[in-house]
């Protein structure tokens, strides 16, 4: 039962920030299986089907929207003022990257630091302070701060 209760409010946590990126999508909880989830694609008439699912960018905004629901529910007692993303950006198109960079930006603005480890090279141009880590011999590798400090 307190499952079932902690569970309804991560999901509503969730869509308030899935709705930020996407009107398309909306998480429900399975009504056959207690802890289970759904989602519910509003541009398929509101048809409802596994989070199994989802494709690689669908399931990379509905994870994050879970991301960021659970790390407010966790909020409460404790300040979650840092995200770290380790990749996910790679299954993205351009236009659902875009759709995910705005709303970490927005967090972002909203006094979060956010930490994006990625390989994808589109990220470095909207991602403004980066340490670029290269692989050298030996098992050795160096790192290069860039743009740390710099004013827009």
């Not at 009107?23 to 009504?31: A, F, S």
């Not at 008439?45 to 966790?74: D, K, Q, Y």
């Not at 300040?79 to 972002?108: H, K, N, R």
């Amino acid at each position: 039962f307190a499952q079932g209760l902690t569970l309804a409010r991560l999901v509503d946590l969730a869509n308030r920030h899935l709705h930020r990126f996407t009107d398309r999508y909306r998480i429900l909880r399975n009504p056959d299986e207690h802890l289970d989830l759904l989602i519910q694609d509003d541009y398929q008439a509101g048809s409802t089907r596994s989070m199994n699912s989802l494709s690689g960018g669908e399931s990379f905004l509905v994870s994050l929207a879970l991301a960021l629901g659970l790390s407010e529910l966790a909020g409460r007692r404790t300040q979650i003022d840092t995200l770290f993303i380790d990749e996910g950006f790679g299954t993205l198109d351009p236009d659902t990257l875009d759709v995910a960079l705005s709303a970490l930006e927005m967090l972002q603005g909203s006094g979060k630091t956010i930490g994006i480890i990625s390989h994808v090279e589109a990220l470095k141009e909207r991602v403004t302070t980066q340490i670029n880590v290269r692989k050298g011999a030996g098992g050795v590798s160096s790192l290069q701060v860039v743009g740390f400090g710099i004013a827009d």
